[in-house]
């Protein structure tokens, strides 16, 4: 089991910045991809960015060119700089473990964090 717990949301106008940041602790794989995904009120939740252990991103094209997912594995935690804001950025942010088992994959899910983009 990984615990996640995000941090960062907040009320911004739109053009401004924010700073996620999900901390990992439990039982962390060696090997795992991190990610942010967003849900907007009465949508399905969706993949923002993610990143493995090795660096390696995976954007949507939504965000590409103004959201940078990075992450420093001495310290088990994943941030996501948002910039360029829009009032269609606005969601809660969940934080997302994901790793690959001998037998089973396992996925745990931060509580979610609160950005709301003003225009």
């Known amino acids: 089991q990984v615990q996640l717990v995000e941090s960062g949301g907040g009320l911004v106008q739109a053009g401004g910045s924010l700073r996620l940041s999900c901390a990992a602790s439990?039982?962390?794989?060696?090997?795992?991809?991190m990610g942010w995904y967003r849900q907007a009120p009465g949508k399905q939740r969706e993949l923002v960015a993610t990143?493995?252990?090795?660096?390696?991103?995976n954007y949507a094209d939504s965000v590409k060119g103004r959201f940078t997912i990075s992450r420093d594995n001495a310290k088990n935690t994943v941030y996501l700089q948002m910039n360029s804001l829009k009032p269609e950025d606005t969601a809660v942010y969940y934080c997302n473990h994901y790793a690959e088992g001998t037998f089973r994959t396992f996925t745990s899910w931060g509580q979610g964090t609160q950005v709301i983009v003003s225009s």
């Open positions: 990143i493995t252990n090795s660096g390696s991103t």
């Open positions: 439990g039982r962390i794989f060696s090997i795992n991809t």
